[in-house]
């Protein structure tokens, strides 16, 4: 088991140009979430997935924000049009139904010039 | 909303030093509190609670509950370098995505 893994792990991008990002979670965790973290914050939900299907978006995911987990598998996080405001840790993390706590991953930091 | 509040937010001890960190909460349909400790990278697992009054011990690192003042305390005894870190404090409700709504983190720096 190689835990939560996430790729890139550093993204800088020019604003107006679209990123994505992905998340590999720990095989057979059903469970995906997508976080958001600026300096000095705690991580802020945005999204969460059970098997393929995204059941919760939080407010913070404008509709420039899209996430996808086409086989219940990994995900992709694109952000469209970016603007200096995205930049941040976006970090993913994964739980089995029956675990008590959500694994992180490494986080991909980006940065938006 | 729910809302976590930790304190104090950063915190400078010397080696050796005890150091107590505090998380208090508001969270509908409680269901568990976190901690986490993160090191310029992913938070990591450190405990999770859900009872009052049991206390959660791992090494020098322990934690306890109290549901019914809303609030958690993180204790680290004798203090190591390594120990330096953000300490974050999230809950979960039940029901829905059982999302961790997080705290700002306290930042605690172990001087030699």
């Known amino acids: 088991d190689t835990g939560v893994s996430q790729d890139p792990r550093h993204k800088i991008t020019k604003r107006g140009q679209n990123v994505t990002f992905r998340c590999d979670p720990i095989?057979?965790?059903?469970?995906l979430y997508w976080y958001r973290q600026t300096l000095g914050q705690g991580p802020e939900f945005l999204t969460y997935?059970?098997?393929?299907?995204?059941?919760?978006k939080s407010r913070l995911l404008s509709d420039r924000f899209s996430a996808e987990r086409p086989k219940g598998s990994f995900s992709t996080l694109e952000i469209q049009r970016t603007e200096q405001g995205d930049s941040a840790m976006y970090l993913c993390?994964?739980?089995?139904?029956?675990?008590?706590?959500?694994?992180f991953g490494p986080g991909t930091r980006l940065l938006v010039l | 909303e729910d809302k976590v509040v930790q304190s104090p937010l950063s915190l400078v001890v010397h080696e050796g030093d005890t150091v107590t960190l505090n998380c208090s909460y508001e969270?509908?349909?409680?269901?568990?509190l976190l901690w986490y400790k993160q090191e310029k990278k992913a938070p990591t697992f450190l405990f999770m609670l859900t009872s009052s009054g049991i206390e959660k011990k791992s090494g020098r690192l322990s934690s306890i509950l109290d549901k019914k003042e809303l609030f958690s305390i993180l204790n680290i005894t004798a203090t190591q370098t390594g120990d330096s870190a953000i300490y974050l404090c999230a809950v979960e409700s039940q029901g829905g995505s059982e999302k961790l709504v997080f705290g700002k983190g306290t930042k605690l720096t172990v001087n030699p």
């Open positions: 969270v509908t349909n409680f269901r568990s």
């Open positions: 997935f059970q098997n393929e299907a995204q059941l919760e």
């Open positions: 993390a994964s739980r089995y139904y029956r675990e008590e706590t959500q694994y």
């Open positions: 095989s057979e965790h059903n469970r």
